[in-house]
Each structure stands twice: as structure tokens, then as C-alpha cells.
């Protein structure tokens, strides 16, 4: 019976064993491995942070306690208003346009024979620093067309459709017989009359930067019934002065000069000059003032000022996206591997076109991944500053500005720790909530 009844007592109390953790290791041993990585993490994250927090409510010196104030100055600071300005555009359009972007390339590249290639080359310029991406789109965005890729581009379009002049700085010479006329043009002293030639000639313009077409000037030649003359580069490098005013051997003519003969304020006639810069007017002119009309020597396009303080920062955007349209590719293609074809193709059955089943299939199926994509590059702009740094010159990096950059400034070329530590806590705050929405909805796709 005694033996029964200790059979059926349930078990003492026994000896006291180490709690363990799930995978069966000692939690002592667990804390031991991962102290290191909280050493670290609390020297080179927590640390800092507080001591931001702290630094950011004292003033310049660090030793009178400032409150709110350097606070404050994050909303009456004309930089610090400037830069938030410009996050608020950064974060609105460079997200959206690398994931519009990422999107389409993915898309696409999955109904192309080379879309391997296509992504590779997409993705390549998340392999170049932000630093080496700033030099790249600085030397891009040069003002100089041969330069610049940008303007040399921009150029090119605009002169197939409105032709540059090829003699921006032609002008009269000494003892000419042109004069200004006002508006850029130039206009003969004198009336002119047919059987008598009229020389036209001009200076200021470089002979290597003269015309392919010119040819060497001829004098000109006389006819009895119209107006003849010549417009020439009255100066041949390497050969002395010449005589002035007179062609001489080796001085070329100004081809395609246009020409205007006017009479009490009208145009009368008018015409070219050959590839030797001689020209022929009729009979009509004879009496008028020949006239140079300022088309022939208005300044060439030179393109658009990308780095001026009205482009600033959307070309730097540009070069943000430029980079980051291949990350964006790359994760929405991996969320596209995973939507059913069936679906695709049922939708494709049905009627819909291509464009139905993008949008109204493919779009919210990766609602999910581009939601990702778009807050992880939202977090990302926020905090960009290598690419202002180095792309915007110094003559409109204040138009450019971003808080991450007006940190710097204010904290080592202005000298103001306070409110560099208080930037960095506003920073902190405003990215705070989109990494909270960013890991809530990953954990979300987890229990999924």
C-alpha cells in the first residue's frame, strides 16, 4: 500500500535545473555571445543619439542650457526653412519617380528577349558610391555643351530645328564703313548704288571658329544693273595687318552672311553671301543702306543652366534616380515572380488588354512590394546628402539645400552644434514613423 500510494503521489519537488532558451542554449551563454553586439551597438547608436538629444537644448558653447530655442530656429532659420522645403519635394518625388520607374522596367523586362542584360545594366550604378555618382552628373550637368553631357544633348535638339549664328562676335573694324544700327545689327554709313561694289568687311571672329563652308574671300565683282560687294574675316593670321578694309590674299569670307538692303525703314531686298562671302542684289537696292541684321551675330544657344538655382534640384533628383531605378526594379521583379500567371492569363482571356491587366491585375497584386520600395526610399531621401554636396556649386547649393547637408553646415562651418544636434533630432523624429510603418507592414507580410 505504501508503495502504491508513492507510485500514484505525484513527483517532489526536483533539483533546480538552468533555464534555456528555445533552441536549448543557456541564456547566460546567449546574453555572453551577443554582448559584443550590444557594446557596439550602444557606443555607435544609443550613445550618440542621447547625446544628441541632450547637446541639441544647450547653446553654441555647450555650457548654457538654450531649451527650445535652437528648436525654434528650425522653423525661422531662412537655410534650415530652405532645406525642409526642398526634403518635403525629395520625398515626395524622388521615391515615387525611382518606383514608377523600377515598376516599368520590371514589367517590361520580363517580356524581352535580352531582360537580363536590360536589369543588369539598370542596376549597375547602385555599384557607384554616391560620391562617384556626384562627379559623374556634375561633369553631366556642366554649362559647357562640350562638356556636359546634358547641355550637348539639349543643344544638339535645339539647333536642328533654330541654327546657332556662326559669328557671334563679329564686328567692325577700325575706319570701317559699317555702324551700328542698334538691336545687335550693322548698317553702311552710306546709301549704296549698282555698278559700284561694296565691301563689307568685319573682325572679331577666330579663324579656326569660322564656318566649314567658308572659302577664301573674293573681291567683288562689278555689274552695271545691281548691287554687288563682298563680307569677309578682314584679318589672316600669321600674314601681317593686310591692307585694311580691302580682300587680301588668304582672309576667308563670311559664308551664309545674310544681308539686307533698306530703304526708309523697309526691307527692299535681300540675300546670302557665296562661300567667298560675295553677294548680288537687284536693282531695287540701288539707294538703300545695306544692313547686317543682328541674327548673324546673336550668341549661340548654350543650353539650359541645370545647376542654376531654379534646376538644382531637380537635376539632382535625376541623378538620385538614376541610381536608385535598379533597386527599385529589383525588388518589385522579385514580387512579380510571385504573382500567379493564371490570373494574367484568365484576365487575357476575358478581353483585357495589356494595359487592363497592368493596372487592374498586376498594380495591386504588388501593392505590397512597391509600398516597401516606395517607404524604404522615402527613409533613404531623407537623409540624402552626398549627392547635394558634391552636384550643387557653390553658387546654388543654398537653393539645394537639404537638412542633411544644413546639419553639416551648421555644425562645422558655422559652428553651431546646438542646432546641428537639434536638425539631427528633427531628422531622427521624421524618420521615425516611416520606419515603424516600414517594419509593421514586413511583419504583417511575415504572418502571412
Do not use: C
Amino acid at each position: 500500500m505504501a508503495s502504491t500510494a508513492a507510485a500514484g503521489a505525484p513527483p517532489g519537488p526536483s533539483a533546480p535545473t538552468s533555464r534555456k532558451s528555445v533552441t536549448g542554449t543557456r541564456r547566460a551563454v546567449a546574453v555572453l555571445f551577443l554582448l559584443p553586439a550590444l557594446v557596439l551597438l550602444g557606443a555607435l547608436v544609443v550613445y550618440p543619439i542621447g547625446y544628441s538629444v541632450i547637446r541639441s537644448f544647450y547653446d553654441q558653447s555647450g555650457d548654457g542650457f538654450a531649451g527650445f530655442d535652437n528648436y525654434q530656429a528650425l522653423f525661422t532659420d531662412d537655410g534650415i526653412r530652405t532645406a525642409l522645403k526642398n526634403n518635403i519635394i525629395w520625398v515626395v518625388f524622388a521615391p515615387t519617380v525611382a518606383t514608377a520607374l523600377g515598376l516599368v522596367f520590371a514589367v517590361l523586362t520580363e517580356r524581352v528577349r535580352w531582360g537580363t542584360a536590360f536589369k543588369l545594366v539598370v542596376f549597375m550604378p547602385m555599384a557607384i558610391s554616391m560620391l562617384a555618382a556626384g562627379i559623374i552628373f556634375r561633369l553631366v550637368y556642366d554649362q559647357d555643351p562640350e562638356k556636359g553631357v546634358a547641355n550637348a544633348v539639349w543643344v544638339g535638339v535645339h539647333d536642328t530645328f533654330a541654327q546657332a549664328s556662326a559669328f557671334p562676335k563679329a564686328h567692325p573694324g577700325r575706319e570701317s564703313p559699317l555702324e551700328a544700327a542698334g538691336g545687335g545689327a550693322f548698317v553702311t554709313k552710306e546709301a549704296v548704288r549698282a555698278g559700284t561694289p561694296v565691301v563689307l568687311p568685319l573682325v572679331g571672329v577666330a579663324p579656326d571658329q569660322m564656318p566649314d563652308g567658308a572659302g577664301t574671300a573674293a573681291a567683288p565683282r562689278t555689274d552695271p544693273a545691281k548691287v554687288t560687294g563682298t563680307t569677309w574675316q578682314d584679318f589672316t593670321r600669321g600674314k601681317g595687318v593686310g591692307t585694311l578694309n580691302e580682300v587680301d590674299g588668304g582672309e576667308l569670307g563670311y559664308a551664309g552672311m545674310k544681308i539686307e538692303a533698306v530703304k526708309d525703314g523697309k526691307v527692299v531686298a535681300s540675300t546670302t553671301a557665296a562661300d567667298d562671302g560675295t553677294f548680288t542684289l537687284p536693282a531695287a537696292a540701288d539707294g538703300a543702306q545695306l544692313r547686317l541684321p543682328a541674327d548673324n551675330f546673336k550668341e549661340p544657344y548654350n543650353g539650359l543652366d541645370w545647376l542654376g538655382p531654379s534646376l538644382v534640384t531637380p537635376a539632382i533628383i535625376g541623378s538620385y534616380v538614376w541610381m536608385w531605378a535598379g533597386f527599385a526594379m529589383v525588388l518589385i521583379a522579385a514580387g512579380l515572380a510571385g504573382v500567379p500567371r493564371e490570373l494574367l492569363e484568365a484576365a487575357r482571356v476575358d478581353g483585357a488588354n495589356e494595359w487592363q491587366v497592368f493596372r487592374r491585375i498586376t498594380v495591386p497584386m504588388l501593392a505590397p512590394v512597391l509600398a516597401v520600395v516606395t517607404v524604404t526610399l522615402m527613409i533613404n531621401v531623407l537623409k540624402i546628402f552626398d549627392l547635394v554636396f558634391i552636384i550643387a556649386p557653390g553658387s546654388s547649393q543654398d537653393d539645394a539645400n537639404v537638412l542633411a547637408l544644413e546639419l553639416y553646415r551648421k555644425g562645422f562651418s558655422e559652428d553651431q552644434p546646438g542646432i546641428a544636434s537639434a536638425i539631427s533630432v528633427f531628422l531622427l523624429l521624421l524618420v521615425i514613423p516611416v520606419m515603424w510603418f516600414n517594419v509593421r507592414r514586413l511583419r504583417r507580410e511575415v504572418r502571412r
